[in-house]
């Protein structure tokens, strides 16, 4: 396909070197399957199939699109790489009987390249794109349905709750004022809507003002921080006794999920009740391998001011029989 189409387009992934230390440090682990959560442009996957021979890679990806692009730069791997176009809170799901056989399960959180610089559905504010923000293009409610139909009190929510704007409520009751005069339906006027929302005084030199709202936006759209909470204690089912799960985060939002999720399977937690409702009193499922988040190296912040954001966490599976974690 020509360059257009977007084939030859592919990003570095996110602390690269330190995923692939963790993946080389399971020590005596029974499984060969590499399970990556969030596919992408294939990054993480390639490194995985190119550095580790015998293993195999299971992957996840909602984006029909980017789907496409990944499977295009990792054909050479063959049948080595098996691809699932799903949202990985499916996973449980979809790997049914391979409870107890996983080597490593690998979460990177973060929007990639293609759908920020190439998709057009509206993930930046740097162009003037649709109002979209859909990762899968075949869900029904996107970005531009929640700005210009849900009521103020709702707006105000998602804008705090998903992007801790502490200016929500304001930029909440100017969307819905604006949004009298028409439908807002591009990414340039909502940014500047928001621009113009919060004081001039309040805003952040290396951050645009609209950067909390936008992100709130893609996580309601694609209902984001649900997936992260429904798949952890799958993937622990999964792994093999010594295998890893390893989480990038790239807000506190999510790291907040992996960490809490990570600290209640180590102290014997294998239920989804609130912690106040636990009773759990099995043994620890897994071990923290980082007892706080990783961050980048400085030349990789340097070479790739996205990664910037960047906190990872990982896990070790160590006791417990697979059925013994809650779905």
């Known amino acids: 396909m020509d360059e257009d189409s977007g084939l030859h387009y592919a990003h570095t992934p996110v602390m690269h070197r330190e995923v692939v230390e963790f993946i080389a440090g399971i020590a005596r682990c029974e499984g060969d399957t590499v399970v990556d959560c969030t596919l992408g442009e294939g990054g993480h996957s390639e490194l995985i199939l190119g550095g580790f021979p015998d293993f195999r890679v299971i992957a996840f990806e909602r984006d029909p699109e980017i789907l496409e692009i990944a499977v295009k730069r990792l054909e050479a791997f063959g049948d080595r790489l098996t691809v699932i176009n799903d949202n990985f809170a499916n996973m449980g799901e979809r790997l049914k009987g391979m409870e107890g056989r996983v080597r490593c399960v690998l979460y990177d959180f973060g929007i990639s390249s293609f759908h920020l610089d190439r998709s057009g559905r509206g993930f930046s504010f740097r162009g003037d794109e ?10 029904e409610t996107d970005a531009a349905r929640i700005v210009n139909t849900a009521r103020e009190k709702e707006l105000t929510d998602i804008i705090h709750g998903y992007g801790e704007e502490r200016w929500a409520r304001r930029i909440a009751r100017r969307i819905v004022e604006r949004r009298g005069a028409g439908p807002i339906k591009t990414t340039g006027e909502l940014a500047e809507l928001v621009l113009r929302a919060i004081p ?128």
Not at 130 to 138: A, E, F, V
Not at 203 to 219: D, E, G, K, Y
Not at 264 to 292: D, F, H, N, Q
């Open 130 to 139: 649709p109002l979209d923000m859909r990762l899968d293009p075949r869900l």
């Open 200 to 327: 001039a005084r309040y805003h952040a030199r290396n951050i645009h003002p609209a950067t909390r709202v936008f992100q709130a936006l893609r996580i309601a759209v694609n209902d984001e921080l649900s997936a992260i909470g429904a798949s952890l204690g799958d993937a622990v089912r999964l792994l093999a006794c010594g295998g890893r799960v390893i989480a990038i985060s790239f807000h506190s939002l999510e790291d907040r999920l992996v960490k809490d999720a990570f600290r209640r399977m180590a102290a014997g937690c294998s239920c989804r009740e609130e912690p106040r409702y636990c009773r759990c009193e099995g043994p620890p499922l897994v071990r923290l391998i980082t007892r706080k988040p990783l961050i980048p190296g400085e030349d990789e912040m340097a070479a790739n001011r996205r990664s910037r954001s960047a906190r990872m966490r990982v896990c070790e599976r160590i006791g417990g029989e697979p059925s013994s974690i809650s779905a």
